[in-house]
């Protein structure tokens, strides 16, 4: 009974940037962690970031020093802000919210990024 809504996909140029948002609702009895997955055309489901109840970000290698992941920790929504995007970062993102390290609560339904000129 989670729910995910995310927002904030479209489309942009080389070089430019965009924030995801994913707002998480229904019944998270516990949280430990949310974070961020995306699929381009043709390609697997790839990890992108997460951050925990506490604030502890990761990230993928791809990713590290372009995103940033934060999280508004009285509305259980978290952020993804994505700068110096670039082509490669074109996928359908997903955002994901565990309630512990083996628990999945659910996923979004996914918000389309692409970087084109």
């Known amino acids: 009974q989670v729910q995910l809504v995310e927002s904030g996909g479209g489309l942009v140029q080389p070089g430019g940037s965009l924030r995801l948002s994913c707002a998480a609702s229904?019944?998270?009895?516990?949280?430990?962690?949310m974070g961020w997955y995306r699929q381009g055309p043709g390609k697997q489901r790839d990890y992108v970031a997460s951050i925990t109840s506490g604030g502890s970000t990761n990230y993928a290698d791809p990713v590290k020093g372009r995103f940033t992941i934060s999280r508004d920790n009285v509305e259980n929504t978290v952020y993804l802000q994505m700068n110096s995007l670039k082509p490669e970062d074109t996928a359908v993102y997903y955002c994901?919210?565990?309630?512990?390290?083996?628990?999945?609560?659910?996923w979004g339904q996914g918000t389309q990024v692409t970087v084109s000129s």
């Open positions: 229904g019944s998270i009895f516990r949280f430990y962690a």
């Open positions: 994901y919210i565990r309630g512990s390290p083996t628990e999945l609560l659910g």
